[in-house]
């Protein structure tokens, strides 16, 4: 008798059948999320910029999905994944690698931003911060009366005294309080949020202007058109002989969004990007993820030395720190 054929196994091909659908599945899921940013149409709407925001966490989904297409033998849909893969991690992976360090002579200027949370953050730890920081010049987001009066008893008006303070109610309110004389400035047209901009004079002569940056959060029906709009009259990078400018604050974007990829093609430098800390997460609390939506922007004229993120009790944001040098 001829040896019995064996007969394949029904199971074993609906589960590969199973398996190579979900691949595929996930595969196109990834680009999906990829598409808003590489074709750009990633301000269209609340959702898309919110996808956006999470872009960084489709880098080891990529990578896991290639290595499992791999596995499975599914050349073309690994090819597709994999190319997918390298182009993200091109695109997201600079942040976390510090630029070589700039030996820079000038004037050293520490900076701190801070979102207070509807005015509840920890009045207390805020002006730790700002004491064991030695923070000359402070930015803060939904400030409110009773938070200011609060950072006062805490002792913030004896560390910085010169101020320019827009409270409001939960998140109308923001302010810049500095070590040094300051002069308010107009930099920014009035917005849903209060956006103060000020002209810093330190010591031995030399200025910045720093603008307290709080668009509105684009999370209701109405706000991705306005949110757009209030980044981008955000004021460009100065000219070469007037005084550099810094960007400081909650911009509710991350570098992957294209209004605050477009202040940076502008002029200015992230200073998180700049020191390798740019995937430290700023905001996310609970079942939200994790992304990175406070920032220091500069100009030329300022160099980045340091950036720190610091918890904050009360508040859902994390506080930035950058250490920068007022070259020349």
Same mark, same amino acid.
């Given at each position: 008798? *001829? ?6 196994? %029904?199971?074993?091909?609906? #589960? ?15 680009? %999906? ?35 499992? *297409?791999?596995? /499975? ?36 200027? #520490? ?19 700002? #004491? &064991?920081?030695? @923070? ?20 913030? $008006? %004896? ?16 302010? @810049? ?38 668009? /509105? ?10 949110? #757009? ?17 810094? /960007?400081?604050? &909650?911009?509710? $974007? ?15 430098? &992230? ?5 390798? &800390? *740019?995937?430290?997460?700023?905001? *996310? ?7 990175? @939506? ?35």
């Amino acid at each position: 008798m *001829g040896a019995a054929v064996a007969e394949p196994d %029904a199971g074993s091909a609906r #589960r590969s059948g199973c398996a190579t659908a979900l691949f595929l599945l996930a595969v196109l899921g990834t680009a %999906a999320w990829a598409a808003p940013v590489l074709l750009g149409f990633d301000t269209a709407n609340r959702y898309l910029i919110a996808l956006t925001a999470t872009l960084p966490y489709a880098v080891p989904v990529g990578v896991v999905l290639t290595v499992l *297409g791999l596995a /499975l033998r599914r050349w073309l849909s690994t090819l597709l994944v994999g190319l997918l893969s390298v182009v993200l991690v091109v695109l997201v992976l600079p942040r976390a690698i510090p630029d070589s360090p700039t030996p820079v002579q000038g004037s050293p200027l #520490r900076v701190l931003s801070v979102n207070l949370f509807f005015g509840r953050a920890d009045a207390e730890r805020v002006v730790d911060l700002v #004491r &064991d920081g030695r @923070i000359d010049v402070l930015s803060l987001q939904e400030l409110t009366p009773e938070a200011v009066a609060a950072l006062d008893r805490a002792g913030l $008006a %004896a560390l910085l005294p010169h101020r320019v303070l827009h409270s409001g109610p939960r998140a109308d309110g923001s302010g @810049i309080a500095s070590r040094f004389p300051l002069r308010e400035l107009a930099l920014v047209p009035p917005t849903s949020l209060a956006q103060p901009s000020a002209l810093i004079r330190l010591p031995g002569g030399r200025e910045v202007e720093l603008v307290a940056v709080h668009p /509105l959060y684009p999370m209701g029906a109405d706000t991705a058109g306005r949110w #757009r709009q209030e980044l981008d009259v955000l004021p460009r990078p100065p000219g070469e002989r007037a005084a550099p400018r810094i /960007l400081a604050g &909650d911009f509710n $974007a991350t570098l992957d969004n294209s209004p605050l990829r477009a202040l940076l093609g502008g002029g200015y430098s &992230d200073v998180a990007e700049v020191t390798g &800390d *740019g995937l430290a997460p700023t905001w *996310g609390a609970g079942w939200t993820p994790r992304v990175t @939506i406070d920032h220091v922007l500069v100009s030329e004229g300022l160099v980045a030395q340091g950036y720190q993120v610091h918890d904050v009790p009360g508040s859902d944001h994390r506080a930035i720190s950058a250490h920068l040098v007022v070259s020349g």
